[in-house]
């Protein structure tokens, strides 16, 4: 199993570097970026990845509306090759709030725009080259689209949790990056779902990359009642309402990894024995410098052990 972190957005770029190098210094595996309406995201992960050599890099994830496969396709390889082949595409639905107010256009149909999206991309980060017509999106290269030493093909991971966009990532897709789905969505909804679309479609066993948002601390009153305040945005939307009930939880900090060192090592066992192929802390922040590296440590000592 590997494991890595998110980095926060709110830092300059060398700083956010440093973040990275020191991340890789702890033993870590990989290091994830969110996509808002700042950074662009990819090209984020490009210059971590050009910086930190040996750093695995990802972003979770890219909403699909207000994005054209041609586009993210270039953003995607360009991230490959600038990396030398160390970076990893997350994808997702995205939110109707979102959507509709920031880019203005109608939150329709997401799933057979997430197929029509996968379908499209896929045929560009493997040949280089697309001729899709679907009912939502058009890709046709009448120029090349590869860019040189984009290898291996990038990998297609989604943000899925609910019953449809499973089946679907299990069919289009490499691997799934599930949020605040604790280890009882996931051994009893999650992976058997998506496994066994990736099966019937004849694609290798799914990577399941859990997001789990932790910290090792003294504190623990201090910093569950510091993620319950940050974590409660997720509360909102129903597809997380359905995931953290499915969890066993009523709100999303009961999701969250608070505790000593072997209270957190413990959750990633679970998280583990439930299915997850790699683990990606989230929040390590929430109680401050010291317990980030705190967080840190005891993560890369799990990664190398």
Do not use: C, N
Not at 207 to 235: K, N
Not at 237 to 259: C, E, K, M, N, W
Not at 279 to 303: H, I, N, Q, S, Y
Request: hydrophobic share 45%; no cysteine.
């Amino acid at each position: 199993m590997t494991i890595g972190v998110a980095l926060p957005l709110q830092y300059r770029i060398d700083p956010t570097v440093q973040l990275a190098r020191e991340a890789h210094e702890f033993g870590l595996h990989s290091a994830w970026f969110g996509q808002t309406f700042a950074y662009d995201s990819p090209s984020l992960a490009a210059i971590v990845g050009r910086e930190v050599p040996g750093l695995q890099v990802g972003t979770a994830a890219i909403p699909v509306f207000g994005r054209h496969p041609l586009l993210v396709s270039s953003q995607a390889q360009t991230a490959q090759a600038t990396t030398g082949g160390r970076y990893h595409l997350g994808l997702a639905l995205g939110t109707k709030h979102l959507t509709e107010t920031g880019f203005g256009i109608p939150y329709e149909r997401p799933i057979r725009r997430l197929r029509e999206f996968l379908t499209a991309l896929r045929q560009l980060v493997e040949t280089g080259s697309a001729d899709f017509h679907g009912e939502l999106l058009t890709a046709t290269t009448p120029l090349p689209a590869s860019v040189p030493g984009a290898e291996p093909p990038v990998p297609i991971l989604v943000a899925a949790m609910a019953p449809q966009a499973l089946r679907l990532s299990g069919e289009l897709a490499d691997g799934i990056l599930p949020l605040l789905a604790g280890p009882r969505a996931l051994a009893e909804h999650i992976v058997p779902a998506v496994t066994a679309a990736a099966e019937a479609a004849g694609r290798p066993a799914p990577r399941i990359v859990a997001f789990v948002p932790g910290v090792v601390t003294a504190d623990t009153e201090a910093v569950r009642g510091t993620a319950t305040e940050t974590l409660a945005f997720y509360e909102q939307f129903p597809s997380y309402q359905r995931v953290i009930a499915l969890s066993g939880a009523t709100r999303a900090a009961d999701l969250a990894a608070i505790g000593d060192e072997e209270t957190v090592a413990a959750e990633v066992r679970r998280y583990r024995e439930a299915g997850a192929t790699e683990v990606v802390f989230t929040a390590t922040d929430l109680g401050g410098e010291e317990d980030r590296r705190r967080t840190w440590k005891l993560l890369g000592e799990l990664a190398g052990g």
